[in-house]
């Protein structure tokens, strides 16, 4: 494949300005945070630098931003104030978490129990229809053995 079909850019002012980009993988290291960090910036936020440059093919493309729009952004989101987080969910007491886990294993065994015995009646059925198709079989061949026996006896 050609370089000009693994490249595009999507904002042309910085061809020949390759050095002021940045792929977002090496942007996540840059500011130390996870590459799926910077995903979900690009996702959500309707301010996220936009992409000048992709390369590669498929799904396998790489996007590069401008650095010093990048740098900006992580900045801003980096020491942004966070709102009071959720408070924690109140814990549920041992015996319950306990009393779910046997309720779900018993609903559990009762569809594999039934799964089980479909697929028992599905086997057997199978079966009886195998050694049926194996005795026509066997009788086929057995009548059209005859049949060319008799053709040769003819001919003698």
Do not use: C
């Amino acid at each position: 494949m050609s370089e000009h079909q693994a490249v595009t850019w999507l904002r042309p002012e910085y061809k020949g300005r390759e050095d002021e980009l940045i792929n977002l993988a090496a942007g996540a290291a840059l500011v130390g945070v996870s590459r799926s960090a910077v995903s979900n910036w690009a996702k959500r936020h309707a301010n996220f630098p936009e992409i000048a440059l992709l390369t590669g093919i498929g799904a396998r493309r790489v996007k590069y931003v401008p650095r010093s729009e990048f740098l900006d952004f992580a900045r801003a989101q980096l020491n942004k104030k966070r709102g009071p987080s959720r408070p924690p969910a109140p814990r549920r007491p041992a015996a319950t978490l306990r009393a779910e886990e046997v309720e779900h294993s018993q609903r559990q065994i009762a569809r594999l129990t039934d799964l089980e015995a479909r697929q028992a009646k599905a086997l057997a059925d199978t079966r009886r229809a195998l050694k049926e198709h194996r005795a026509r079989l066997q009788r086929a061949q057995q009548r059209l053995a005859e049949e060319v026996a008799a053709v040769r006896r003819r001919r003698l």
